[in-house]
């Protein structure tokens, strides 16, 4: 009886800690058939594959809660190398489907237009996100909302301090107005992931 509500405390403590939103989860191979011909016509290297990457510990400050639970130390994001393009296994960063949807078809795109991959990470992502609404400026709505939920999810700057709320105030500022952010200080713990972003240093 006593193991039996143990793993029960232990399930509610958990999905307690998750920031993610299971019920709008997106898996990959949900767009696994599209998803290839999509990354093409958007102007993506017809020689990359799209593939299932991996989750990485980010780094980033986590709630006791998430602590307690032992969550939130890992997250998946895009990436892409000589061969390949790295999706997450799944999304559930948003509350609705459509938006997890939307953040898969936003990553590709992105990928598609990475035209600094040899820039600093907060430079090569304003960068393909520039490249990206120029070449296919029917996607600046969509960016945009997926960027407003983005940000109404991330840390609230007034409640960091010193060089972390500063690399915050940087980050939401390059979403916001890519191409606005010219040099990053990174706190002493790493930022929150940037689900929009291509990765900083992906796990190769």
Known sequence: MEEFVGGLWDKLITR???RGFPKARIELKEIERIAPIFFRAL???AGLTVRTGSAATH???RTWLERVAGV???QELA????SSVYLPTSIDVFPERAQNREL???LLAL???DVAPDAAWIVRN???TRATLHALPGLTRRYHELVAAALALRPDPAKLNGTEQAAEVAIRAALADPGSVETFEPGKQAPAPVSLWLHPQPPV
């Open 43 to 45: 102007g993506g290297d």
């Open 126 to 128: 304003q960068a393909a």
């Open 111 to 113: 990928a598609a237009h």
């Open 72 to 74: 939130g130390e890992k």
């Open 79 to 82: 990436w892409t190398d000589e």
């Open 59 to 61: 780094g980033a400050r």
């Open 16 to 18: 307690t800690a998750y």
């Open 104 to 106: 898969y078809l936003w």
